[in-house]
């Protein structure tokens, strides 16, 4: 597996199942186009979903809905039709997320902060790991991984200008990152001073 992040663009996610299922692999898609196709689909879901097709899904209709699709999930509760989903938009080389696995798509556990995200996934293999880890990871990173971001963003902006090189300006943000007293003045509030710092060490005051 190769991890990556995709960004929405005007991509088109086509979703087959209308319950809580289709409602979370949705919950993960969110800025994408969504087309939800079920005979019953829940409100959430219709508030989610840019378009709402209210029909049965087989064979003939899967092709006709999955037209122009970037992605298509298969979140029904019946297994054996999303496998004939999934088989049937992986055979036209449409990406595919399935329900019950076997899709080259895998949805991870994610932990959205300000501006990064984390993401862990057990690789479709123990759906239950991926959200305890994101849980303890949550615990682990406190307001300070937030400002540290926030503060090499600044950075950055100021190196540019004064490091000439691309490895002269990693190795200025690596030190940066490495510094504990950096870290303590941001857990501590103190942002302002932890650049002046930053500046200093680096040999840019």
Not at 23 to 50: N, T, W, Y
Not at 56 to 62: F, H, Q
Request: glycine fraction near 10%.
């Amino acid at each position: 597996m190769s991890p990556i992040l995709l960004s929405p663009g005007n991509r088109l996610v086509t979703v087959f199942g209308g319950g809580r299922v289709a409602l979370r692999k949705c919950r993960h898609f969110d800025g994408f186009r969504i087309r939800v196709v079920s005979e019953e689909v829940m409100p959430e879901l219709r508030e989610l979903a840019e378009e709402v097709l209210i029909d049965s899904i087989d064979r003939d209709n899967v092709l006709r809905y999955i037209e122009g699709s970037d992605i298509v999930v298969a979140a029904t509760s019946d297994h054996a039709l999303n496998d004939m989903i999934r088989d049937t938009a992986m055979s036209r080389g449409i990406m595919t997320n399935s329900a019950h696995g076997g899709g080259d798509v895998l949805i991870p556990s994610t932990l959205h902060r300000d501006g990064w995200t984390v993401c862990v996934s057990s690789e479709g293999r123990v759906p239950a790991f991926p959200p305890y880890v994101i849980e303890r990871i949550d615990e682990m990173l406190d307001p300070s991984y937030d400002a540290m971001l926030a503060l090499l963003v600044d950075l950055r902006v100021v190196i540019r200008e004064r490091i000439p090189t691309q490895p002269g300006r990693a190795e200025f943000l690596a030190g940066v990152l490495a510094d504990e007293d950096v870290w303590d003045l941001l857990r501590e509030g103190r942002g302002g001073e932890a650049r002046e710092l930053a500046l200093a060490r680096g040999g840019l005051r």
